[in-house]
C-alpha cells in the first residue's frame, strides 16, 4: 500500500528542513487535522490559522482591507496574501492556505459554488491555484485539502 499524502509531505519537508504553516478557510482546519494524524509531525508542522471572517483573515493573517473587498474572500489576490501571512505570522518556511465556496449556498456571479484558490508561499516566490469542485459541501472541503495538499507535496518536489 502506498504512504498517504500527509506521511510523504511529512518525509519531504523533514528531509528538506523545513517548516510548514496553514491559513484555513473553507476547509475549517481539515489540512492541519490530517497532517497532525502524522506521529512526529510537530517537526515540521508549526500550525495554522482558521480565518473564516474578513476580520481574522485582516487580524490574524495580515490580508489587507483593500484586497477583500475589492477581490473578495475567494480570489487569487486574498489565497496569496493568506498564505504569506500563515507563513510571516507563524515563522514559517513555506505558507499553504485555502479559500473557497464550499456550499451549498454562497455562490456570486463570476464565483460559483466550489470555487477554490489555494495558495503557497515561500521566501523565493509565490503561486496560486484555482479548482471549481462539483460536490457537497463536505466534498467540496475534502477535495480542496486534497488538492492543497498535492500542491505542497508537489511544491517540495520540484524545489
Request: with cysteine; glycine share 14%; proline share 2%.
Amino acid at each position: 500500500m502506498s504512504e498517504s499524502l500527509e506521511v510523504r509531505i511529512g518525509k519531504a519537508l523533514r528531509t528538506r528542513g523545513m517548516t510548514l504553516a496553514l491559513a484555513e478557510s473553507c476547509t475549517g482546519g481539515l489540512i492541519g487535522h490530517r497532517l497532525t494524524n502524522v506521529a512526529g509531525s510537530s517537526d515540521y508542522f508549526l500550525g495554522g490559522i482558521v480565518a473564516y471572517a474578513y476580520d481574522a483573515k485582516e487580524r490574524l493573517l495580515g490580508v489587507h482591507h483593500q484586497t477583500l473587498y475589492e477581490h473578495g474572500a475567494v480570489s487569487r489576490e486574498t489565497a496569496v496574501e493568506m498564505a504569506r501571512g500563515a507563513r510571516q505570522t507563524l515563522g514559517a518556511d513555506v505558507g499553504l492556505s485555502v479559500t473557497g465556496i464550499a456550499g451549498p449556498t454562497g455562490g456570486l456571479p463570476g464565483k460559483p459554488v466550489g470555487l477554490t484558490w489555494i495558495a503557497l508561499s515561500t521566501r523565493e516566490g509565490e503561486t496560486a491555484q484555482e479548482h471549481v469542485w462539483d460536490g457537497d459541501r463536505e466534498q467540496n472541503k475534502e477535495r480542496s485539502a486534497e488538492a492543497a495538499m498535492e500542491m505542497l507535496l508537489a511544491s517540495l518536489a520540484n524545489g
